[in-house]
């Protein structure tokens, strides 16, 4: 047998973390890994003056540092990434002395858009390198997720927009919850930072079991101080991080919606609910029955068969008090031939497990995070919105006369409903971590 073949890529450790106390513990982070090995090299891009088209760029090691002011013509940190960050990890790349890239993100990056990017983002113009995306060069070793143990679940489960908060343009639609709650999905390992108050005991276990649903393979490690993170401690936990972690990998709306081996029982109120189906959703009566979703949930996200649209994937994704709606592409069967034999094999080979001979592969599932909502109600909620035995029999064998139903998703869907930029075309529509759906 031959030996498996070596990833010689520079490894990259990314640090998320949002404003406040978590970003304080990514930049100690940082500093200490920086500070620890000769090959080790930390990026950070200070987006705090990005409106002003201005972002200050800081690499530094054991033996250097260096510091630079660009300026971006547009200031949007999509031209950060494209027009520095992906060209940088190239470069770095590319040095000898260089063994490790610790990337440390301003809390305006996401560490999924970012790992997108660098696995997908053509860079062009590299001296010496063919053009290509700097995962050709560098490869995501770990996410490191910082949080703040007492506002994490507070701002995981408000409506407060970024702009709200003071940390983004007033044309940034993304809410904190959305980020909150991205960062730690998204994450290999997570650092939670503080002391839980007011309730002790009782409310640590209450996030832990949050933590524990979102991210069941994710190690944790609760830290008081980020005073305490040394290098050798930020290590140890590095290397808790199992082999089969998702490590950068963005996953599409096909993927298993359970990931690792989360807990299904109850704990300290903290419950994942399944809900499943192979009937549609009517689409006036699930737009009233999202309601349930708003309180007492951390997240909620799913693919969903719509009554009116018998042709695409619905795909729900929730943070808080905010919810999207938008189009995951087309159900398997409503495809051509042709685009059948181009959809991933391991999509094919789950739908044919459960292939029905009128409906093909449609169906309803969601996983829904509760935190202090009662999942039967929830549940109830979703059942009343499913279609009714009589209009089951008009979607087989009228569908003309389905497609004239009220659909309040017909141009997709954003909550709140007040808002004038609700409805938004699909491809404009994002997911709570940043990628079109």
Known sequence: ?????????????????????????????????????????????????????????????????????????????????????????????????????????????????????????????????????????VRIEAVLTFLDADAWLADATGEETLAERGLAKADDERTVA??????????????????????????????????????????????????????????????????????????????????????????????LLEFAASRPFHPGRLHEALDVLFDGVVTARGRMWLATQPEEVAWLESAGGGLRVGSAGRWLAAMSETELAQADPDRRAMAALRWDDQFGDRDISLVILVHDADPNEIREALHWALVEDDELRLVERAPERVALWE????????????????ALPVEDVKSPRGEAK
């Not at 950070?44 to 540092?65: C, F, K």
């Not at 547009?74 to 260089?98: E, F, M, Q």
């Not at 490790?100 to 660098?118: G, K, N, S």
């Not at 017909?410 to 930029?421: I, L, M, R, Y």
């Open 178 to 271: 959305q980020v909150a709650v991205g960062q730690v999905e998204f994450a290999d390992a997570v650092i939670a930072l503080g002391a839980v108050a007011p309730g002790g005991d009782v409310d640590r276990g209450r996030l832990g079991a949050v933590l524990t649903r979102l991210v069941p393979d994710a190690p944790v490690d609760w830290v008081d101080d980020p005073h305490l993170l040394t290098a050798a401690r930020i290590e140890a936990l590095l290397a808790k991080i199992p082999a089969n972690s998702r490590r950068g990998k963005v996953f599409d709306a096909h993927a298993p919606l359970l990931r690792g081996q989360p807990p299904l029982s109850s704990d300290y109120g903290v419950t």
């Open 1 to 137: 047998m031959l030996a498996p073949e070596i990833d010689r890529r520079t490894p990259v450790v990314v640090l998320a973390g949002f404003a406040g106390p978590a970003a304080v513990g990514a930049g100690h982070a940082a500093t200490a890994l920086g500070n620890d090995a000769p090959g080790t090299v930390v990026v950070h891009h200070d987006l705090g003056q990005l409106r002003e088209g201005i972002v200050h760029r800081t690499v530094r090691s054991a033996t250097y540092e260096t510091s630079d002011v660009l300026e971006l013509a547009h200031g949007c940190v999509s031209c950060t990434l494209r027009i520095d960050l992906l060209p940088l990890l190239r470069t770095l790349a590319a040095r000898d002395s260089v063994q490790r890239i610790v990337l440390a993100l301003d809390p305006a990056f996401e560490a999924e858009a970012v790992c997108h990017a660098i696995e997908h983002v053509v860079v062009e113009g590299i001296l010496g390198r063919v053009d290509g995306p700097a995962g050709r060069d």
């Open 407 to 422: 659909d309040p998703f017909g141009a997709w869907h954003a909550d709140p409903c007040e808002s004038a930029d609700a």
